[in-house]
Each structure stands twice: as structure tokens, then as C-alpha cells.
């Protein structure tokens, strides 16, 4: 996109996808405004690639821990009306308080967690990488110290327990991933 011509093209490209593309029963779209949208992607997108990551970037991102194992108790809220939800948040925090003062944690999942992805292995997801999981069980699961149990953890499936336990770093040596960690 360095040249007039390659902006010229991307231009006519993209006025093209956007008369071309449009319905009909849609309201108007405003073509200057939309390659002025795209144009600013580009200019964001092309500042991404362009920046050089540090050494010390690289030496952190290979130091994070790369997967983590849980066990965890899930209470489905999907489709459940407000009230509803209310009252499995409040059963939540019951048996939180029983996995806090020391119940067996296992004993708690089988009892209770409604998670069909893990609930006849144990409440068991081994191994799972950083992106794998919705985003606020992913931050407990790589934040939560190993052998401890996290707070009441909200994603859009329900409300969840977790207990962390164990979480494993890069076994490959630097050389061989950090241009995967530049790249990234």
C-alpha cells in the first residue's frame, strides 16, 4: 500500500464490494465513509506488523504458562430467566463455601456440576491453551495458583468453580519458537 497505484486499486476494490454487496432493502451506505473505515484498519493493521517486538516482549511471552488443567462446577444459566439465575448464583456461592472450607472437590463436581463437556471425566478439561476457553474461565484458570480454588467465575454458559491444577510452560527451547512469538 505504498504506492498511489495499490491505494488507487484497494479503493476501486473496495467500492466495488460495497455497491455490488449492498441489498437492495438496506438503508444506503455511505462508500467514503466506508473506505475511510477500511483505511484506518489498514493504517492500524499495517503499524501492528511493522513494529518490532522487544527481546524482553519475546523472553515474557515464552516465560507465560502455555496450558492449563482444571477441575471445574459448572451451573448452567442458559435460557434461565433472571430469577432463575439468582437462585443458582445463591446455590453457587453454597457450594463454593463447602469447596473453600475444605470438601472434596471432586465429590462437589459429580454432586453437582451440569457440564456435559466434563462432567463424566471428573469436571476434568486437561491441557487447554490460552484462546481455548471463553475468556473469563480462561483468565481464572491461568491466574488462580495451582491446588487453589477461584471465586464464582460468570461466562455465558452459567456460573463456574474452578479448581486449578497444574499449568505447564513451553517445552521447546526460545530458538525454536521465537519467531512463532514474533509472529504473534
Request: hydrophobic share 35%; net charge negative; charged share 35%.
Amino acid at each position: 500500500m505504498k504506492t498511489f497505484q495499490s491505494k488507487t486499486w484497494y479503493i476501486f476494490i473496495l467500492l466495488f464490494i460495497i455497491l455490488s454487496c449492498r441489498k437492495e432493502d438496506t438503508k444506503p451506505i455511505d462508500p467514503v465513509l466506508e473506505i475511510e473505515k477500511h483505511i484506518e484498519y489498514l493504517k492500524e493493521y499495517y503499524k501492528k506488523i511493522n513494529t518490532k517486538v522487544t527481546e524482553k516482549e519475546i523472553q515474557k511471552l515464552y516465560n507465560e504458562d502455555k496450558t492449563a488443567s482444571v477441575i471445574h462446577i459448572l451451573l448452567m444459566t442458559q435460557g434461565k430467566s433472571d430469577s432463575a439465575k439468582i437462585e443458582i448464583r445463591k446455590k453457587m456461592e453454597v457450594i463454593l463455601e463447602r469447596a473453600k472450607q475444605g470438601e472434596d472437590f471432586a465429590k462437589l463436581v459429580e454432586e453437582y456440576s451440569e457440564d456435559p463437556g466434563s462432567k463424566n471425566n471428573g469436571g476434568l478439561y486437561k491441557d487447554f491453551g490460552r484462546g481455548d476457553m471463553v475468556k473469563p474461565f480462561e483468565d481464572a484458570a491461568f491466574s488462580v495458583p495451582i491446588g487453589e480454588i477461584s471465586d464464582i467465575i460468570e461466562t455465558r454458559f452459567g456460573y463456574h468453580i474452578l479448581k486449578v491444577i497444574d499449568r505447564k510452560k513451553e517445552t521447546q527451547p526460545l530458538e525454536k519458537v521465537q519467531q512463532q512469538i514474533e509472529s504473534d
